[in-house]
């Protein structure tokens, strides 16, 4: 019994790893279309247009398939967390302290933390701040898989907070700010599909046929991801926009 219980427990976290891969493959897809409309100009052909497109999502899927397993693995941290287990509140504030700390180094670079006695208290409290939103609102996030609806609210606005902050914000500063923008981005898409999927607690046929679909989509972007980098890499357009 136990045993079934920890197999349905790892085809749980696989499907669950599924659904977050479809949510970015279909952000990629979505952010293709927006900059083929917004930034058109930047195109000098039909081709360009598409191009890039089947570039992007190929070497994103590919890449992003084994982030989806860590993601689904501190979600469920985060849910031993949220039920009052000690040592995932530790471990979730030590990867906040961690994430903070890493942005607070990476954007104190300029002439106004040159000295230790500025950069000091900003990593600190940054740090503080990491710590403190690991241990008390990520289990907090996690209570809302009972309120999938708003579990799912929350997910698509940080996905778009993190996306237009990212376009828009510092452009061409600071990279590390724009890598945590872009990780809030994903972290914001995952939420979206870990709250679809938390209406079905068990797996479901539709469920496994999805999974089968999106693992068969995983493993023909791997085969196609080196001639994908080779295209992009034959043309500087090519990397410009898909940058």
């Not at 497109?53 to 979600?75: D, E, F, H, N, T």
Request: charged share 15%; glycine share 10%.
């Amino acid at each position: 019994m136990a045993r079934l219980r920890r197999l349905v427990a790892v085809e749980m976290a696989l499907l669950d790893a599924a659904a977050v891969i479809a949510a970015w493959g279909a952000m990629v897809l979505v952010e293709a279309l927006v900059v083929s409309l917004v930034w058109r100009q930047e195109f000098s052909a039909a081709w360009e247009l598409v191009l890039p497109r089947r570039l992007a999502a190929v070497l994103a899927i590919a890449g992003l398939a084994p982030v989806s397993l860590v993601v689904v693995g501190w979600w469920r941290v985060a849910c031993l967390a949220r039920d009052g287990a000690r040592v995932a509140e530790r471990a979730l504030a030590i990867v906040g302290a961690v994430a903070m700390g890493a942005l607070a180094l990476g954007v104190s670079t300029g002439r106004h933390f040159a000295s230790w006695s500025a950069r000091g208290p900003f990593l600190a409290v940054l740090l503080a701040i990491g710590a403190a939103a690991g241990a008390l609102l990520v289990p907090r996030v996690a209570t809302l898989v009972r309120r999938p609806t708003w579990l799912c609210l929350l997910g698509v606005a940080v996905l778009v907070a993190g996306w237009l902050t990212d376009a828009f914000v510092l452009p061409r500063l600071y990279p590390a700010f724009h890598v945590a923008m872009f990780v809030s981005t994903l972290l914001g898409g995952a939420l979206a599909a870990l709250a679809i999927r938390s209406v079905s607690t068990r797996p479901s046929p539709m469920g496994r046929v999805l999974g089968v679909l999106v693992g068969a989509a995983v493993l023909a972007c791997a085969i196609r991801a080196p001639s994908a980098a080779g295209g992009v890499g034959r043309g500087s357009k090519n990397r410009i926009i898909i940058v």
